[in-house]
């Protein structure tokens, strides 16, 4: 795949993130795009899966040559942050409604990223890391605070429930 394709590619994942105000957040989202996602709780592979479905969509949507395609998918390692927020993010819509990149956006917030605009500095790169690892690693609250779900009134330890199970859990909080 060419440079334009990579790029094209990680500018269509973040043209699905519905940022607020006039701050951009490229540095982010590169990192992001960089952080390979790894899941540690089962069934959450099926998030993963969800995140590497969109490198099929974005094939389909575009001109590029499958082979090319194909091959440059086969050298990334896995699932990136920036995939996983993006099919989760639909994933949400689906299932509470609203608008993907609004709620891309809010989920983002709960992971506390939001004061993450550009430009980084080490510091902003510290925390970032430091969210990611969190994130990745469920070593965020029990209650979610610092994942992509956080309770007020959680029944559970959320750091060892699968995403999708936090996700309808957060979604029936916020219903009630």
Do not use: C
């Not at 992001?32 to 069934?43: A, K, R, Y």
């Not at 983002?108 to 925390?127: A, I």
């Not at 009134?153 to 429930?161: A, L, N, R």
């Amino acid at each position: 795949m060419t440079n334009q394709t990579k790029l094209d590619y990680y500018l269509w994942l973040t043209s699905q993130i519905a940022t607020a105000g006039s701050r951009t957040y490229h540095d982010l989202f590169e990192r992001m795009h960089n952080i390979e996602f790894v899941w540690i709780v089962p069934h959450d592979d099926n998030r993963l899966q969800d995140a590497l479905a969109l490198r099929g969509e974005f094939v389909n949507h575009t001109n590029v040559p499958k082979r090319e395609a194909t091959h440059f998918f086969r050298e990334m390692s896995g699932a990136t942050a920036l995939e996983v927020l993006v099919a989760l993010s639909r994933r949400v819509a689906f299932v509470a409604g609203g608008d993907s990149s609004r709620w891309a956006w809010k989920l983002m917030q709960n992971l506390r990223l939001q004061k993450m605009s550009d430009p980084f500095d080490k510091s902003k790169e510290n925390r970032t890391r430091d969210i990611f690892d969190a994130l990745i690693w469920r070593t965020y609250e029990k209650n979610g605070k610092g994942g992509f779900f956080p309770l007020q009134f959680p029944e559970e330890d959320q750091t060892k429930m699968e995403i999708w199970s936090q996700m309808n859990l957060y979604v029936n909080e916020m219903r009630d």
